[in-house]
């Protein structure tokens, strides 16, 4: 191998690190400016939150497993302006609910009543949708949005292919620049909220602990919802999708492992303003698709929310804001589209086809904890069928 083939390979892998590290920015970025801009959250206590994470995962795992707000509980907060204590007692209590999991070996149980069919089913009804957020995101400017995701979407079949996400996020900001919005104007326009004080953007850090209230109201609002997201897409699915992108070290990604870490960080950083966080199959597999396969990539990403965290202010917070909303949705639904996608859809046996399917049809239509159970219960039947069968031969 020659010095300039070496050197190319070199550059490769680094543009597919750095562009991994920040592939999974359309589900961070509206959620944790929302966060900031509408709730009156602390930004230091968010990004610190989020970099310390980011960066205890990549030397736990020593590969890209993604660091993410917990959408459900995220999403809630934002919609119904939901307190920074009712945040924070969620996030403990969605930490101290993983750890029992892990340690006690449920979550190793659950994981084994998970086949494939029903990981598969889960996988493409959130796919489905993170897409359909994507689409919502670029429908202000569709020539944007579907622009950035036909590019992305061919860049896997281009030269220096990893390029094109930080290409494209480049090229959004100095549109977005020189047509005078702003992501944080336009995440407003999208929730309830209608008003916006520039002070929020510089709000300080400060140590705070939830109230009674705020344990009880955060348990049964936003606790509960989320619990079954979690530990289908955060933990069983995840770690699914690990083992297969990364066989050679599949030890490293067992249930119990993804639910650990993500309980240590809901636990130990949410009192210090750290939103929920968890893992993801969308994220890992959006930025397995840009490229990153070892450690930089989340080192990169843990580096630089804390650089935002040490360094924030009226500048940082514009500047965030100039990716524009549609570029954002184009990397949500090239997640999601990357998250659905099995070739178990098209080579999977009739009766696997159709528990994907029900699976999903179920998550769609009702929520990921009935989509699971349904699953489960259709697999239990093939499962007694079977037996019944081979007794009566």
């Avoid at 070496?6 to 750095?18: A, I, M, P, V």
């Avoid at 998970?114 to 569709?142: D, N």
């Avoid at 998550?363 to 069928?385: K, P, Q, S």
């Amino acid at each position: 191998m020659t010095c300039k083939t070496t050197f190319l390979k070199k550059c490769d892998q680094f543009s597919g690190e750095f562009s991994g590290a920040f592939a999974d920015l359309g589900t961070f970025l509206p959620l944790v400016l929302g966060l900031i801009a509408l709730n009156h959250f602390s930004p230091q206590g968010i990004f610190m939150g989020f970099g310390l994470f980011a960066l205890f995962t990549a030397f736990y795992y020593r590969r890209p497993i993604p660091v993410q707000p917990m959408k459900v509980i995220a999403a809630l907060v934002i919609a119904q302006g939901l307190t920074p204590g009712m945040l924070q007692a969620s996030g403990m209590m969605m930490g101290i609910i993983l750890l029992i999991l892990a340690f006690s070996g449920a979550i190793n149980w659950m994981a084994k009543q998970l086949s494939p069919a029903v990981s598969i089913g889960i996988q493409l009804a959130i796919g489905i949708q993170l897409m359909w957020m994507g689409a919502q995101m670029m429908s202000q400017t569709w020539i944007i949005g579907l622009g950035a995701f036909a590019l992305l979407f061919c860049s896997r079949f281009l030269p220096l292919r990893y390029l094109a996400m930080p290409l494209v996020i480049i090229m959004g900001m100095l549109w977005q620049y020189n047509s005078g919005s702003h992501l944080i104007q336009e995440t407003a326009q999208l929730s309830a909220h209608t008003s916006m004080q520039s002070s929020i953007l510089s709000q300080q850090w400060s140590l705070s602990w939830p109230t009674l209230s705020e344990w009880s109201s955060a348990a049964v609002l936003l606790v509960l919802p989320q619990l079954a997201l979690t530990l289908t897409n955060a933990v069983i699915a995840t770690s699914a999708m690990a083992k297969e992108k990364f066989p050679e070290d599949k030890e490293k990604f067992t249930p119990k492992r993804l639910a650990t870490s993500s309980g240590l960080a809901n636990l130990l950083l949410t009192p210090f303003g750290a939103t929920a966080m968890c893992h993801g199959a969308g994220g890992l597999a959006v930025q397995h698709h840009f490229g990153a396969r070892g450690i930089w990539a989340p080192v990169i990403f843990g580096s630089t929310c804390l650089l935002i965290a040490f360094s924030w202010g009226e500048n940082v917070a514009w500047l965030l804001g100039l990716i524009p909303l549609a570029i954002l949705g184009s990397l949500l639904s090239i997640a999601g589209l990357q998250l659905a996608w099995s070739k178990r859809l098209l080579d999977g046996k009739p009766f696997c086809i159709f528990v994907i399917l029900s699976t999903a049809a179920i998550c769609l239509l009702f929520n990921t904890a009935a989509g699971l159970a349904v699953g489960i219960l259709l697999e239990m039947g093939r499962r007694h069928w079977r037996i019944f069968s081979d007794l009566k031969s």
